[in-house]
């Protein structure tokens, strides 16, 4: 008698676990490559461009010259009171610094310029992907890049490329 219950325990079991499966629909998406499919992004790319020549280069201008200024200041030790020059040799040193580190400096600023930018379009991206999934009957979304194998049927690039109304290129290599 326990060995019927048992059995029937066991087949119980593994028939829940298997109407527990069948409700679950997995799908994938590259994120990066439908942000980077929206006509949008190519306006980002001139507008970092304009942010670097426009702030960024005149910024660095400024920098070297003040840090000039100062050092030539600093060494007239005729015309500039102790207190004055004591000052500067306290400045001295963070404009040296940022003048030898201005390339990581620029880099950190466009990133950050970058990201901001790109925010509202990776909003848009991700409100498009859970439109998808919801009218696909998609429980679960990953990331493409998180996966080591993947079916082609459940990559969601081209519903969502048709949700935002973008084309997908017919280069092989723009979906993957």
Not at 79 to 85: D, E, G, I, S
Request: net charge positive; proline share 5%.
């Amino acid at each position: 008698m326990k060995k019927i219950l048992t059995v029937i325990a066991i087949v119980g079991l593994l028939s829940f676990s298997g109407s527990a499966n069948a409700q679950t629909k997995i799908g994938y998406i590259s994120v990066d490559n439908v942000v980077g499919l929206l006509p949008e992004v190519a306006k980002i790319d001139s507008l970092l461009e304009r942010y670097q020549v426009d702030s960024l280069n005149p910024e660095y201008a400024s920098l070297v010259q003040r840090y000039q200024f100062d050092d030539s200041l600093y060494r007239d030790s005729v015309k500039t009171p102790k207190a004055v020059r004591d000052e500067i040799a306290k400045k001295l040193p963070g404009y040296i610094y940022q003048i030898q580190n201005w390339q990581q400096i620029v880099n950190q600023a466009l990133e950050a310029k970058q990201n901001e930018l790109l925010a509202p379009l990776y909003r848009k991206v991700y409100d498009a992907i859970k439109l998808v999934a919801k009218e696909k009957g998609y429980t679960h979304v990953f990331n493409k890049e998180a996966l080591l194998v993947a079916p082609d049927g459940d990559d969601m690039l081209t519903a969502v490329a048709t949700k935002l109304k973008i084309s997908i290129p017919k280069n092989p290599s723009a979906g993957k």
